[in-house]
C-alpha cells in the first residue's frame, strides 16, 4: 500500500472528542493534523501520546515572531516527535533560516502557510501588501523554498505553478478539498482530492469531509484508493 497523502485534520475542541475518531482510524490510513484550538486544550502530551501511536502528526502551530522564539519554539515542537510543522512565511527571511537552522538535526519537516486565504486584495493592500494576492503566493513560496524550507501550504490551484517553478521534491499541502459529493461547508475555492493530486499536491489536509463522514474509516480508504489510482 502507497503511503497516505491525506492529513485529516483533527479540528476539536476537546481531546475526547478527537479520541473518538482516532480510535477508528489506523496509521496507514492518514496522517493527523493538531491545530491551534486542540493544541491550546489538550496541549504537548496530547501531541507525544498521539506520536506514540504511531501517527504522522503535523503541528499546524503556524509560528510568526521575532527569529530568536520562532527558532525555539520549532526545537521544542520539534522535540515533541512530530513529522512536520509550520511558520508564517510573512515572518521573513532571517525567521525561516532561524527556524531552519533550529530543527536541522531532527527529521521533523518544516513547511511555511503563504498567505492565509481568509485574506483577499482588499484586506492585503490594507496591511501593505497591494497586487494580485496569486502573485503574492508565488512570491512567499520562492522566499520559503530559498530559505531551505521543505514545502509550503498552498491551496490545489496554486500548486499547479508552484510545482512547476519549485520542482518535485518541495512539499505542496493543500487545504481545502473535497471529494465530489461533499458538502463545501465555509470553504469557498474547493478543489476534489483527485484533481489537487493531478495539480502537484504532495499532501491534502482533509476536515470535515472525514471527521463528520458516517463511516470515517470507508471515507478514508475510498479517497486513498482514489489516489492510488492515480500514482500507479
Ligand atoms: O473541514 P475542512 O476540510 O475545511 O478543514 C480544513 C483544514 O485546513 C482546517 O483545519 C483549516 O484550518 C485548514 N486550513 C484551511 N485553509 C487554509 C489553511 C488551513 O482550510 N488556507
Not at 492518514?30 to 501517527?55: D, H, M, N, Q, W
Request: contains cysteine; proline residues 5%; aromatic residues 4%.
Amino acid at each position: 500500500m502507497p503511503e497516505s497523502r491525506i492529513i485529516v485534520a483533527l479540528d476539536y475542541s476537546n481531546e475526547t472528542d478527537a479520541w473518538h475518531l482516532i480510535n477508528k482510524l489506523e496509521p496507514q490510513l492518514c496522517r493527523l493534523k493538531v491545530g491551534k484550538e486542540l493544541f491550546t486544550i489538550a496541549g504537548p502530551r496530547f501531541v507525544e501520546k498521539l506520536v506514540s501511536t504511531g501517527y504522522d502528526v503535523f503541528l499546524d502551530l503556524k509560528f510568526h515572531d521575532i527569529p530568536n522564539t520562532v527558532a525555539q519554539a520549532c526545537k521544542a515542537a520539534a522535540g515533541l516527535g512530530v513529522w512536520m510543522l509550520n511558520v508564517h512565511a510573512l515572518g521573513g527571511r532571517k525567521m525561516m533560516l532561524a527556524a531552519r537552522d533550529a530543527i536541522q538535526t531532527t527529521s521533523t519537516k518544516l513547511i511555511a502557510v503563504t498567505l492565509l486565504t481568509s485574506l483577499d486584495k482588499e484586506d492585503l493592500a490594507e496591511i501593505g501588501l497591494p497586487g494580485q494576492p496569486a502573485d503574492i503566493v508565488q512570491r512567499l513560496a520562492h522566499l520559503a523554498y530559498d530559505c531551505g524550507m521543505d514545502g509550503v501550504v498552498c491551496s490545489a490551484q496554486e500548486a499547479i505553478q508552484l510545482r512547476q517553478t519549485l520542482g518535485h521534491s518541495f512539499c505542496l499541502v493543500t487545504p481545502g478539498i473535497r471529494p465530489a459529493d461533499a458538502h463545501s461547508g465555509d470553504q469557498k475555492r474547493i478543489t476534489t482530492p483527485a484533481q489537487a493530486i493531478i495539480n502537484g499536491a504532495h499532501y491534502l489536509v482533509i476536515g470535515r469531509p472525514i471527521t463528520q463522514a458516517q463511516d470515517p474509516v470507508l471515507t478514508c480508504e475510498r479517497l486513498n484508493a482514489e489516489i492510488a489510482i492515480l500514482q500507479s
